[in-house]
């Protein structure tokens, strides 16, 4: 039988769903922002400013950590991003590979900070997402450009677990002063999120939630998703997933769970605090509870190409049609025709299921 508590949660988010699908007031206001065939509202925007990575975690990359695709130059990003802002964007997340090995990353996010969204008067939400090694001396200066989160990228609390999905000797504890020094620098409550492997990883469950407690952080757990570089013998399967109930199940167990609401109709995280009201822990179930019908995101990888879901089985050519000229309004169109085909939602799981053109790094997750 199911826990209370999870069917509890699936009837707060059945209401979430509903918020999201009622009509907005303003026939002309519907006719302007960003839109699929799907009636989603697009207001979430990632972008990656390199495939560099310093990290090798063992289930996303190869031993190799270089670049597959270009970068671009920071202006052509700006001016991309400018477009997508007039268009309803109102989250933007900097991503990668590793973002802050990317210079000028400053640059970008006080550019963006600058620009308004079109259709709310709140400022952007400008998030990152990185491995937190480079984080400690960068962080002050990230808030100075105008970022306003962080999310840190952490499989282990085990210093040495760590390091074994890394490959970087000595990272834990980098990465734990990175996010100290995003608390200090005021871009907190860090978010820290772990990728759950069977037997790899999964024993770290219950550490994570002390974690969380003692360093004020929302650690959220992620279901493995089938998105890393081809390796021999190394290949996504349903068994190393650690399904959701589990992670509320053990959880639990640790001490009484409580759930709290969604902060928003398009959060793809359950959140829970503990029966004392310390600690935050988020879980996304991709896989066995997929979200796609709440879906608010476009994804532009760091060579200029817009990918309208993690699992799209090709790119669109955004760099390419400003290098010939294009003007803005030209890509705004341009823009709203591709989205318009936005995939309905991924097919992790099924039979047939076809791996996307692109792996996690060099998408930008
Ligand atoms: N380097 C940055 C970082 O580590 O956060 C940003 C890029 S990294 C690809 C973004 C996130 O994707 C990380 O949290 C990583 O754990 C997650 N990720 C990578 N491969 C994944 C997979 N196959 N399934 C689910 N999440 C994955």
Redesign the pocket.
Known sequence: MDHPLLSMIEQEHAGAVAQATAPESGVALAAQRLRDDHQRVLTDLRI?VTDR???R?V??RTGNNGASFTELPIAHYVRMLRVFVSLGIEKVRF??????LRKGLPELIRETARMKPAFTDAPLDLAI????HLLAPMARELKAAGLTRV?????AVDPETFTRITRVPGGFEQVRAGIRAAQDAGLGPVKV???LLRGFNDSQIEAFAEFSRTEQVIVRF???????EDEEGRT?SPQTVVPMREIVARLNAVRPLVALPANHASETARRFTFDDGVGEIGIIA?VSEAFCGQCSRVRLTSDGKLRTCLFSQSDHDLIGLMLRGATDDEIAGWIRRIVLHKEAMHHIGEPGFVKPSR???H???
């Open positions: 990656s990575c310093n990290y975690c289930y996303c991503t990668g590979g590793e973002p802050l997402t990185t491995n937190g999310t840190v990228s952490m499989d999120n772990c990728v992620i279901e493995f998703m089938p998105l890393e996504w991709p792996s996690m790094v998408i930008g997750g």
